[in-house]
Structures are given as C-alpha cells and as structure tokens.
C-alpha cells in the first residue's frame, strides 16, 4: 500500500521519559512534516522537513528534535516527557513541487499519553 | 484569538440534509483553501481545495470562498451517514515547500439515519 505509515499507533509512558515515534513514506514525496493534534482537535504544525532539511520549525520546546535520515523517513524524538505532551502526533508529506490541490497526506496518528 | 475559527459543533443532522460547515479566518494572506475530513481515530484526507475567492464543486460537496468577509463555507448536500467525521478547514498563504497549513479546530458532524 502506497502511505504514509506511522509507529507505534499507541504509545503510554511515565512523564520524565524520552520517547521516539517513527514516520515512513512511500509516496515519493519530498516534504515531510510532524503536526500535533490536541484533545480539542486542534491541529498544528511542528516541524516540516524538505528532502532531509529543515525548512519549518514553529515554537516548539526543544524536548523535541526532529530527524529525517532520508527524504522518505522523518522521526520524532522527545526527550523528558511532560503532561501536556499528551496528544496524538500526525506525520504527513507532501510534494516538494507545488501542485494545484497543495494536497498533504497524512498517517494514521500516534496516540501519546504521558502519566 | 486563533487565527482561524471553527464551530466546534457536534452537527446532528437527519439523512438527506444540506450541511453548511463555516471557517472565519483573521490573516488577509490566506489564498489557499482546503477541506480536510477526518474520521475517528483517523488522519485527515483532503476533501476539497478552492485558490482565491469563489465556489468549487465536486460531487455533494461544494466549497465557498469570500475574501472580502474572510468566510469560507463547505456544503454537503444530501448528506449520508457516511459523512459522519470531523471537518477541518485549512489554509495557507502559498502553495508549494515550506507550505504551512493553519487549520481550524473542526467541526463534529454527526448524519443519523
């Protein structure tokens, strides 16, 4: 199946922990991107990563660090693991070469709870 | 103030019915428009894409774009249970690398049979 798949789908850990989630595309897409989706359903970008480089980087504490070893992988770590980081964290890529629906395919989401 | 706003909802509407989904957005910038349906515990898909002020239509699905109001609509016309998810609006100043969505919060739509 051509996707954008994400892992793990669920994950629980203790707050104070470093944890990574992994992201894989085989669209062929050069940009990739890290969004946060919080319990209200908002949806905001954190990271976005065009062809291994860092092109968007909004405010986010540098607990997180993005890394992307190839255009078609783009992971998450995050270090010292805090209440509020509970959410479920969305993967999505795109075309590097704009196109007219400018569309953005998004995975399936990982759903991190930190206790 | 977020620079979009979305009525949260939850939508309950009977089968049948005409939808009306509505963002209002603050940043004159925004020229790219989008539509994302999102089922529960899904990611978002595209749904519609409008550049500009105007309406676009693709199917049961029409989307509504009025700069000067800074109001962009989604109707949904004989709407099924399928239909059932949450729609976020999106928008961005350009299309292309580096393109940064804003979305909305989205709204809950519920189609009971």
């Known amino acids: 199946d051509t996707a954008v798949s994400q892992t793990p789908k669920y994950l629980v850990t203790q707050m104070g922990n470093d944890k990574s989630i992994k992201c894989e595309q085989n669209?062929?897409?050069?940009?990739m991107y890290w969004y946060k989706q919080d319990s209200k359903k908002f949806l905001k970008i954190m990271f976005s990563?065009?062809?291994?480089?860092?092109?968007i980087n909004e405010t986010v504490p540098n607990r997180f660090s993005p890394k992307s070893p190839d255009k078609a992988h783009l992971n998450l770590h995050i270090n010292s693991l805090e209440l509020g980081d509970s959410a479920v964290y969305f993967c999505?890529?795109?075309?590097?070469?704009?196109?007219?629906?400018?569309?953005?395919?998004f995975g399936p989401g990982t759903r991190l709870t930190v206790l | 103030q977020k620079e979009v706003e979305q009525d949260p909802g939850p939508l309950s509407v009977p089968e049948g019915a005409i939808v009306s989904l509505n963002c209002t957005y603050s940043?004159?910038?925004?020229?790219?428009f989008m539509w994302y349906r999102q089922y529960s515990r899904k990611g978002p898909e595209l749904l519609m894409y409008?550049?500009?002020?105007g309406n676009k239509e693709d199917g049961r699905f029409t989307a509504q774009v009025d700069k000067s109001s800074k109001y962009i609509s989604l109707f949904i016309r004989d709407s099924q249970p399928s239909d059932s998810a949450t729609y976020l609006c999106?928008?961005?100043?350009?299309?292309?690398?580096?393109?940064?969505?804003?979305f909305g919060t989205g709204t809950r739509l519920q189609v009971t049979l």
């Open positions: 999505a890529s795109s075309f590097r070469i704009p196109t007219a629906d400018n569309e953005q395919f």
């Open positions: 990563y065009n062809n291994k480089e860092l092109i």
């Open positions: 669209l062929g897409h050069d940009t």
């Open positions: 999106a928008m961005t100043p350009h299309t292309g690398t580096a393109s940064k969505l804003t």
């Open positions: 409008t550049y500009s002020s």
């Open positions: 940043n004159s910038a925004f020229q790219y």
